[in-house]
């Protein structure tokens, strides 16, 4: 059983390239100081990328931790637009009516596909952690 088979929303999934992971964090600590829908301080965010056990299959946790989530975030830049498991993870989001919110986190970052291009985008303007 994993820990969100309960199906309680008490978190945030959170989707982005590994090549990202050194900005993540000061992405997130800017997010939780903003009106960003879904968001709240009590939430916890579920990192695919720490949250899956050696032994499991990561589709099927991505898919629980999705599924239970109260809302995803993905982080979009550069490397996010080449990665085909962020965009796997946005895909089956919307394809399951999870609230997304899409931070865009570099100037001249690539175009977001047309399939996930008409979600929540949030874009952090310069001068702003990324």
């Known amino acids: 059983m994993t820990r969100y088979e309960a199906g ?17 964090r000061s992405v997130l600590d800017h997010l939780k100081n903003t009106d960003l829908p879904g968001m709240r301080a009590d939430l916890k965010i579920y990192d695919p990328s720490e949250g899956v056990p050696p032994a499991a ?26 990665s085909p498991r962020v965009h796997y993870e946005l895909g089956l989001a919307a394809a399951l009516n999870i609230p997304v919110t899409i931070v865009v986190v570099e100037e001249g970052a690539p ?17 702003e952690p990324a």
């Open 8 to 24: 309680m929303r008490d978190h945030i999934f959170l989707s982005y390239s590994t090549q990202d992971k050194a900005r993540v």
């Open 111 to 127: 175009r977001l596909p047309s399939d996930i291009a008409n979600l929540n985008v949030v874009r952090l303007s310069e001068g």
């Open 57 to 82: 299959d990561v589709r099927e946790s991505i898919l629980e931790g999705i599924r239970n989530a109260a809302g995803v975030i993905g982080i979009w830049s550069s490397s996010a637009s080449t």
